[in-house]
């Protein structure tokens, strides 16, 4: 997809997927071509005028395959337009306020100039993969914290901030 907008992300229960399939959407509805693909499967970002990456984030750090993908990529996304987004509070305080990137999502910020970081909450249900998920949920703290309206506005900032830079369909 020449002149497109990718959104790569980093997940291990599907709830970063999610996310980063509502933000593809809303930058469709707004007249961009973008698509949201796990950050495992993407060979090369050169197609793409703008990246948008997101990670659950797991112990303080990024999922593996949102830090790889950023590691992998590093010179081509410092030369285009990136905006970073986390997913992972299980309680509504990322809603009520402003949570700054966990360490090494700060470093690559500052390393890819990224224009803009956001962590959205989590999403932790029965089913869950991973023991560390499965004593959370035993512990009654896991629920779906995500607030896709707030998601979907960030995505139509991200979208209004690349008129004129992507094609449009």
């Known amino acids: ?12 229960n ?3 997927a999610r996310i980063a399939e509502t933000i593809a959407e809303v930058l469709r509805r707004d007249g961009l071509r973008a698509e949201a693909l796990p950050a495992r499967t993407v060979g090369s970002v050169a197609p793409y005028v703008a990246v948008v990456v997101g990670g659950g984030l797991y112990a303080g750090r990024w999922q593996k395959d949102a830090r790889r993908f950023v590691r992998r990529h590093e010179h081509d ?5 990136l905006w970073l987004f986390s997913s992972g509070p299980l309680d509504p305080s990322a ?12 470093k690559a910020m ?3 100039d990224a224009r803009e970081h956001v962590t959205f909450g989590g999403c932790l249900e029965e089913g869950a993969k991973g023991w560390v998920a499965r004593m959370i949920l035993r512990s009654g703290k896991g629920g779906d914290f995500r607030d896709f309206p707030a998601i979907e506005a960030w995505a139509a900032r991200v979208g209004s901030q690349l008129v004129g830079v992507a094609g449009r369909t």
């Open 1 to 12: 997809m020449p002149d497109s907008v990718l959104v790569a992300y980093g997940t291990t």
């Open 110 to 112: 500052q390393v890819l």
């Open 77 to 81: 996304l410092a030369e285009r337009p």
């Open 14 to 16: 599907g709830s970063t």
């Open 95 to 106: 809603s009520e306020r402003d949570i700054p990137p966990v360490p090494g999502v700060k």
